[in-house]
């Protein structure tokens, strides 16, 4: 997101806290009424998925950063069949890990995923 703001920003003008906190709060407030609306389930971070994280090495083989790689470990995990990211490359694991019901995990982009869902 940040790089996207540094990217839509001005040359001459330096990206700020200012433009960042309220576009921020944006973020969470759409995150939760789309939580909502496709009846999302919240899973919480728990010591099962910290070590299915810890042992995924073909996630750190792929150049996939920590953070992301606990995202796609937890779906595996939670049994997700969709991971919607903007992130290249998570969308470059589409198809490619199964989850713990043994089904193959989707990661696509936000309007593949509207599509997906409806």
Avoid: W
Avoid at 28 to 55: E, G, K, P, S, Y
Avoid at 105 to 113: N, P
């Amino acid at each position: 997101m940040y790089a996207e703001l540094v990217r839509r920003s001005p040359p001459d003008e330096p990206v700020t806290k200012h433009l960042i906190v309220p576009i921020a709060r944006d973020l969470v407030t759409h995150t939760l009424i789309t939580i909502d609306l496709f009846q999302i389930q919240l899973i919480d971070l728990t010591r099962r998925i910290i070590d299915a994280h810890c042992n995924n090495l073909e996630l750190q083989d792929r150049g996939i950063r920590s953070a992301d790689a606990l995202h796609v470990t937890t779906a595996l995990a939670e049994g997700a069949e969709l991971l919607i990211t903007t992130d290249s490359s998570l969308i470059r694991l589409d198809n490619i890990f199964e989850n713990a019901a043994g089904l193959t995990l989707r990661c696509v982009d936000t309007d593949h995923a509207l599509a997906l869902l409806a």
